[in-house]
């Protein structure tokens, strides 16, 4: 029986590479033990057949950010993990337009960022990437946000001009807003610093009811046409 031994070391003998780039194809999930692709180098093997895809190629292995589109009714900030059991292999968008290659870490320490409300559906954004977190925690009120939401009642003639400048919320003046109807009964907003709660609040100030909210972006990443319960990555080039 041969004596436990680090992938990484198996494969840096099989690739005749140094340790470090063994580690990077790992990472990249181009190796697999016994036809599993595995992608931690510390994953101990012994007589395991160990394989390097013949199409391996040397990349530093980027953080994973994922644009789920929650569905309404989901309380996905609770914790950091609420909305791990949603996003898996088998709920990735199957039109994902990016090249990345699915791997098992891409799942691990996920953090959801962008706060949206349990009862609203739309765009969430959890990632691995420290640029994405700082970007949507520190600069998030700078940030603008489209919503649709769908109303009931009838509003005043002078509810329009009170939506895009002139309520409260929480005790404070809220900034202007973008606000236009895309039908009869649905609304678009285009918004910044907005607070869970924030949008049902300013309908009630003008006489109107919510039936659903659902976001369809955040500064330039877009909820584009992907379906409820699905999830596609977001290229690292990208920027909010």
């Not at 990472?27 to 036809?35: C, I, L, P, R």
């Not at 644009?67 to 990735?92: E, I, M, N, Q, W």
């Not at 400048?165 to 039908?183: A, E, I």
């Amino acid at each position: 029986m041969s004596a436990p031994v680090r992938l990484a070391k198996r494969v840096s003998e099989l690739a005749r590479c140094s340790r470090s780039e063994a580690e990077q194809y790992i990472e990249g999930g181009w190796v697999s033990v016994d036809g599993r692709v595995v992608d931690m180098p510390q994953h101990m093997v012994t007589t395991e057949a160990v394989e390097l895809d013949a199409a391996a190629r040397l990349a530093v292995a980027e953080p994973a950010t994922i644009l789920f589109h929650k569905p309404a009714g989901l309380d996905a900030f609770s914790t950091s993990d609420a909305a791990l059991p949603y996003v898996d292999a088998g709920t990735r968008w199957s039109e994902d337009p990016t090249e990345v290659r699915l791997l098992q870490r891409h799942f691990h320490r996920l953090t959801p960022l962008a706060p949206l409300e349990p009862e609203a559906s739309g765009l969430m954004v959890l990632s691995q990437d420290g640029r994405v977190w700082r970007r949507l925690t520190e600069d998030l009120d700078g940030i603008e946000q489209e919503f649709v939401v769908e109303v009931s009642g009838e509003m005043p003639f002078y509810g329009m001009q009170r939506l895009k400048h002139g309520l409260q919320y929480d005790g404070h003046t809220l900034p202007p807003c973008k606000v236009s109807w895309q039908n009869e009964v649905r609304l678009r907003f285009a918004i910044k610093g907005v607070r869970p709660g924030q949008l049902r609040d300013m309908c009630a100030q003008v006489g109107l009811g919510v039936v659903w909210i659902r976001r369809l972006r955040i500064g330039r990443v877009s909820l584009a046409k992907m379906p409820v319960g699905a999830w596609r990555y977001l290229p690292v080039e990208d920027r909010f």
